[in-house]
């Protein structure tokens, strides 16, 4: 969905303009720079959706990245705008159309570069290669991204080896549509674009705990229902602070997830694909602490 073009907003002579302008959510046109998103979906009006609020959201009015959500209906090529038909074979559901998502992604990526690794054009599916931070750097650094949204079962298999669509998935459950595990990607993405993460949001100490889940958080007051924040956290040692975070990260990931465990012992944590990193969020205090919403 394009954003209304800007109007005129004075009919008369002179148009006074303020020396901030306001700038529509959604530009019509990126500007240079800009990384550009488009998602395919029949259910348009959810975008930008919970892309507007927060740091995606101040983002895209800055026109860091833009949007553009196309309407694969538009695509259908009939009057009902059939998108789907009975799966062959017979069974439950309904399939998405080749021809119909085809002519939506060729519609798509006829402004795109003609390097597809640099534009890749993603479907969103539970049957996807899981997605991971790896992946996300990798699409951050590109000029954009092509998003196919399905409902119903799916899209024919067809369209998806001949546009030479990657499968891609958020996690092991079902959702009834591709549209928030498409807002899901985009956020991990969008956050990666430089500009959109203030400082107290910086990945810059991301390294620190690379491949570990993250230690536990706490913040005043220091005794809460009987709880006290641990003792070390208190204590103004920085080293002995970072000492004893990475080794509740280490604790946690040990425990919890054997498997980015394995990855970060055996040293192959950023190797082709066997990057699991979930840590990329900042380990704040690990360098010198801040709180972003009050002043110490
Ligand atoms: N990670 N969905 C795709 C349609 C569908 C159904 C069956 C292929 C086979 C999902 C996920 C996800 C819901 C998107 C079903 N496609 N996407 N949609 N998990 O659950 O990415």
């Known amino acids: 969905m394009a954003g209304e073009p800007s109007k005129p907003r004075s009919h008369g002579m002179f148009q006074p303009r303020a020396s901030a302008q306001p700038r529509p959510l959604m530009p019509d046109q990126a500007p240079a720079g800009a990384f550009r998103v488009k ?9 930008p959706g919970a892309l507007a609020a927060s740091l995606t959201g101040r983002a895209l009015t800055q026109r860091i990245w833009s949007l553009e959500v196309l309407d694969i209906r538009e695509f259908a090529g009939n009057k009902h705008r059939t998108v789907d038909d009975t799966p062959a074979g017979g069974g ?7 021809h119909v998502v085809a002519a939506a992604i060729d519609h798509a990526q006829a402004d795109a570069p003609s390097d597809r690794a640099r534009w890749p054009v993603i479907y969103l599916s539970p049957r996807g290669r899981p997605l991971t ?4 750097r990798e699409l951050a650094a590109g000029a954009g991204l092509t998003l196919l949204c399905g409902r119903f079962e799916g899209v024919d298999q067809r369209v998806l080896e001949a546009r030479e669509v990657e499968e891609v998935s958020i996690g092991d459950f079902v959702l009834t549509g591709g549209e928030i595990p498409a807002m899901a990607l985009i956020d991990a993405v969008v956050r990666l674009r430089p500009g959109v993460l203030g400082n107290a949001e910086s990945t810059e100490e991301e390294s620190f705990s690379r491949g570990l889940l ?3 958080h706490y913040t005043r007051p220091p005794l809460w229902e009987g709880r006290a924040i641990p003792e070390i956290l208190l204590s103004g040692h920085h080293a002995k602070i970072a000492e004893w975070r990475l080794s509740q990260a280490e604790g946690l990931t040990k425990q ?5 465990w394995r990855a970060h ?6 190797a082709a694909d066997g990057d699991r990193e979930l840590s990329d969020a900042p380990t704040s205090a690990a360098k010198g602490g801040q709180t972003k919403d009050r002043e110490r």
Not at 133 to 136: D, E, L, N, S, W
């Open 133 to 136: 931070q790896a992946r996300v």
């Open 265 to 270: 012992t055996s040293g192959t944590e950023g």
């Open 214 to 216: 993250e230690h536990p």
């Open 256 to 260: 919890r997830r054997p498997d980015l």
């Open 39 to 47: 998602v395919l979906t029949i259910l348009p009006e959810m975008f």
């Open 92 to 98: 439950p559901g309904m399939v998405m159309c080749a």
